[in-house]
């Protein structure tokens, strides 16, 4: 190859800086509502033409106006393979510029970060994607099983928007598809100098958001008044704000925990893992809700005047359950909310698990162990929710992993919607290598 040749071919690693730069640089704020909510047409189009400089085909599919996803699909050499798909969303939450150290929007590059509302959450993820499809059409590389890109919107806010609105309105374009990779995991957590684990998800809570609705009788706030919604409601809301359910260890929380004590070299009870999960730094907010079912009230509203006892009152509870614990969670919350006060869904998405194992999970590991010899793969359960959660609903097997190694005293877990959110470049391109030879060889 000339060098003049050479030179027109930006090596990925270089270019996924500035394609993640662009892409943090396009507000996409999801505040969850359609009004205000912006950008995510705007980086669905920037993607388009990304892709399309080198010669990739995408549809942009609208939800909402403004709400734009994007797929595309790079054809594999062996039609007799099923699909991948590779799964990224383009929206963020809201960022407040008087919070940060650099403004959220303005792509800023210090102390080796990259610093942006987005930069792990989750366009260092869909720049990497971008960085490795761009040189494989620069160089005519070509993957054996089709590979499906979904860019989505909304994600942030439940995905109806964007994943879930591709599941039940475009399913056709996941024809094939049987595995996939997304958001959150494929990241390092150091144990020592020489050794990182790698947690890949292969599970996820479910998200069982309920409001409580409390009714009493209305009256005068002067008066002795025994039936009032504000009280019941209050009483309710204590109970399961200060409620600890029991542990349960799933399948693939005692995977981690296994490796995690044999890399470390502690003793960790499968009965009582809270002792052992709390020596973990950062990531013990994250694994320590993954033991058992939770429940947080994050909203109250009642009354409309001060001296007026009103006739209802609602809060809303944040509840995630484990795999299968959905009903479950609903029998231990009405048992602690008692009888008197209603319960309504507002989101009840199910819990994820598959198992980890196979030939996707081998490409995974192996794609680390070669860009990090010190890479020990584990599998764990994410306490949150992603767009896996739509995918799966098409029959396929989620996994996340936007690989990325990080440094030892980064505490990833409090970046994620997070004030000064930011990525380190060496880990991003880091991202583009293993990215890059699991793609080539899943
Ligand atoms: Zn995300």
């Known amino acids: 190859m000339t060098s003049d040749a050479a030179s027109a071919r930006p090596d990925p690693t270089d270019e996924v800086v500035d394609l993640c730069r662009d892409l943090l640089r396009i507000d996409t704020t999801n505040t969850g509502d359609n009004d205000t909510s912006v950008g995510e047409r705007r980086a669905a189009e920037y993607v388009a033409e990304k892709l399309a400089e080198v010669g990739v085909d995408a549809e942009i599919h609208e939800s909402a106006p403004g709400r734009a996803n994007l797929v595309a699909r790079i054809p594999g050499t062996d039609p007799g393979r099923d699909a991948l798909l590779v799964h990224g969303h383009l929206d963020v939450v809201p960022a407040d510029p008087d919070e940060w150290s650099v403004h959220p929007f303005s792509g800023e590059i210090r102390d080796g970060y990259l610093w942006g509302r987005g930069a792990i959450d989750m366009k260092d993820f869909d720049a990497m994607v971008l960085a490795v499809v761009r040189s494989w059409q620069r160089t005519g590389v070509r993957p054996t099983r089709d590979i499906v890109l979904a860019f989505t919107a909304d994600e942030e806010a439940g995905s109806d928007y964007g994943a879930h609105f591709l599941a039940q309105h475009h399913r056709g374009l996941f024809d094939g598809c049987t595995e996939a990779i997304g958001e959150v995991g494929g990241f390092s957590y150091s144990v020592d100098e020489s050794q990182r684990l790698y947690l890949i998800e292969t599970a996820e809570k479910g998200i069982d958001w309920l409001r409580l ?3 009493g009788r209305p009256g005068h706030g002067s008066m002795v008044h025994d039936d009032n919604a504000v009280t019941a409601l209050a009483e309710a809301v204590a109970r399961i704000g200060r409620h600890r359910f029991p542990v349960v260890v799933t399948d693939t929380v005692r995977a981690f925990l296994a490796e995690v004590s044999d890399v470390l070299g502690i003793e960790i009870d499968p009965e009582d893992p809270e002792t052992a999960i709390a020596k973990l730094g950062p990531i013990a907010n994250i694994i320590g809700a993954t033991i058992r079912n939770t429940a947080n009230p994050t909203r109250l509203a009642a009354g409309y005047k001060d001296n007026v006892i009103p006739g209802r009152a609602t809060a809303t509870i944040d509840c995630r359950s ?83 190694r990080l440094p030892a005293d980064l505490n990833f877990s409090g970046l994620f919607h997070g004030i000064d959110e930011r990525v380190p470049v060496d880990g991003l391109q880091f991202g583009v290598r293993v990215l890059d030879r699991f793609l080539r060889s899943c």
Request: glycine share 10%.
């Open 213 to 215: 609705h409390a009714k």
């Open 322 to 404: 484990l795999p299968g614990q959905s009903e479950l969670l609903e029998r231990q919350l009405r048992e602690l909310i008692g009888p008197d006060i209603a319960i309504e869904y507002i989101q009840r998405q199910p819990a994820l698990e598959t198992t980890f194992d196979g030939d996707l999970v081998e490409a995974m590991s192996a794609a680390l162990r070669a860009e990090d010899p010190g890479a020990r793969p584990v599998p764990y359960m994410l306490s949150g929710g992603t767009d896996a959660k739509a995918f799966s609903q098409l029959g396929i097997r989620c996994f996340g992993f936007a690989p990325l």
